[in-house]
Nanobody
Framework: QVQLVESGGGLVQPGGSLRLSCAAS????????VDWYRQAPGKERELVAR???????NYADSVNGRFTISRDTAKNTVYLQMNNLKPEDTAVYSC??????????????WGKGTLVTVSS
């Protein structure tokens, strides 16, 4: 069973920065896709950023240009660098991993999340 552990959340002022970490219990080379999702109070969970095993990254329109997803294979960790944070970025951020085990089947892994609060 793959475990994902997030860290790096906290309270930051608008315009500030945070870097979230998602540490995997296995080599991240064995995980085909790693995503960061977020869920704000009273809202649905939304996909924030995604990185594939070959390093390709995608972002939600709301964070494009402000957030950067990256990975360190030596540390088995995926990062989410968040710059120019806004109050609407306040949410619980969760790490998700997916490993394709066959053409038709995949296994999903979730972390427990880390809270990011953007407020003055």
């Amino acid at each position: 069973q793959v475990q994902l552990v997030e860290s790096g959340g906290g309270l930051v002022q608008p315009g500030g920065s945070l870097r979230l970490s998602c540490a995997a219990s296995v080599s991240i080379s064995r995980i085909d896709v790693v995503d960061w999702y977020r869920q704000a109070p009273g809202k649905e969970r939304e996909l924030v950023a995604r990185i594939t095993s070959d390093g390709a990254a995608n972002y939600a329109d709301s964070v494009n240009g402000r957030f950067t997803i990256s990975r360190d294979t030596a540390k088995n960790t995926v990062y989410l660098q968040m710059n120019n944070l806004k109050p609407e970025d306040t949410a619980v951020y969760s790490c998700h991993g997916r490993r394709q085990v066959s053409i038709e089947a995949a296994v999903d892994f979730w972390g427990k999340g880390t809270l990011v609060t953007v407020s003055s």
